[in-house]
């Protein structure tokens, strides 16, 4: 309970209050005729009958207030409550959907796509944007680029389609690895490498047109079969010292406790460990309500140093080079040779893996 005072002799009050083993808190004093103090309800019975020559002003506890609180401004509180029902309604209603940058692709076909899978005006859409994007992408091959802005209640589409080039237009071939030409086959098209060229990933290799008698260019769609020789390279090292991190053995579990994906409150503090593995899983707690908890056990980890011999080391980082450099060999190709080679600078040791191959570059 709190009391303000305004009166004369009020160091005297405080004195009687004190003999009385009245315990006060928070004790102010404005001027020399204005006092203000807290106590608990069970010492307000005694400030009460030493404070009757005094002009008080009682102020009773917080939670004693909220009802009266409450009570003042129910309408306004109601009013917000509903005001914030209907904003999220409103927020979530469509009323138009605007379509722009369509040339070849119809409006109305577009419409009528997004209408099959939930999307419409005149109804509420809970689909974000990039999930109406990947419809629209999903149905359409046409459609290089969307994008979909949502304003209020409007949906605004921008769409961006291929372009369509015309018999007349081809593209040329290009390289798709990197390499050395040994084989050239071509059915149409002119080509712009020898064998015994060194080509790079994206070099073009073949022109889309011929060439006539009379020495125009004629467009013609290219095809041919170019092979080489391919070379993919790979390297692994390994440190003569290394820190790993071990679990403890020391673990903790925290609960994230969600309803309706929401998060409500953890059961316990959070995790506590500098460095940690973390192990997670979600359970339901009733089949009454969708209240579920996710379960994160963290486990504690410490750093240990690890002294490696590299001679006894050395066949296991060949072995774990060689096998990552395979894992890289494109299909349709032939691996002619291979060669891992090592070398120790600075208390490292590198393992470098060279695997020749052979086969189709452009494909």
Do not use: W
């Amino acid at each position: 309970m709190k009391f303000e005072l305004v009166g004369y002799d009020l160091d005297n009050l405080l004195k009687k209050l004190y003999l009385k083993k009245v315990t006060l808190f928070n004790v102010e004093r404005a001027d020399i005729n204005k006092l203000s103090f807290e106590c608990s309800e069970k010492d307000s019975t005694k400030v009460k009958r030493y404070i009757k020559n005094y002009k008080t002003k009682k102020t009773p506890p917080f939670f004693k207030r909220i009802p009266k609180f409450l009570l003042l401004n129910l309408g306004v509180i109601l009013g917000v409550f509903l005001g914030s029902i209907f904003f999220i309604f409103m927020s979530a209603f469509t009323f138009k959907i605007t379509i722009y940058g369509t040339k070849e692709l119809s409006e109305t076909d577009i419409i009528s796509v997004l209408k099959l899978n939930g999307v419409r005006a005149g109804k509420i859409n809970l689909q974000t944007s990039e999930e109406i994007e990947y419809i629209l992408l999903n149905n359409y091959d046409r459609i290089a680029q969307v994008s979909v802005i949502k304003q209020g209640t409007h949906i605004i589409i921008n769409v961006s389609e291929k372009l369509v080039y015309n018999e007349e237009n081809f593209s040329p071939i290009t390289a798709n690895f990197s390499g050395i030409v040994t084989k050239i086959n071509i059915i149409s098209g002119t080509n712009n490498v020898r064998v015994g060229d060194y080509v790079n990933k994206g070099d073009v290799l073949v022109l889309p047109f011929n060439i006539d008698s009379n020495g125009n260019k004629v467009s013609v769609k290219p095809l041919a079969e170019i092979q080489g020789k391919m070379y993919l390279t790979n390297t692994l090292k390994m440190s003569k010292t290394e820190t790993v991190y071990k679990r403890t053995g020391v673990s903790q579990v925290v609960y994230d406790y969600q309803l309706f994906n929401l998060h409500l409150f953890y059961g316990r503090h959070k995790n506590s460990f500098a460095l940690f593995d973390l192990v997670s899983y979600n359970e339901n707690v009733t089949s009454l309500i969708p209240l579920k908890r996710m379960v994160l056990t963290y486990f504690e980890l410490a750093p240990t140093e690890i002294i490696h011999d590299f001679d006894l080391e050395k066949q296991s980082l060949i072995d774990r080079t060689l096998a990552a450099t395979q894992k890289m060999q494109p299909e349709n190709t032939k691996k002619l040779s291979e060669k891992v080679t090592t070398t120790i600078i600075d208390d490292v040791m590198y393992a470098c893996c060279t695997i020749e191959l052979e086969g189709i570059i452009n494909g």
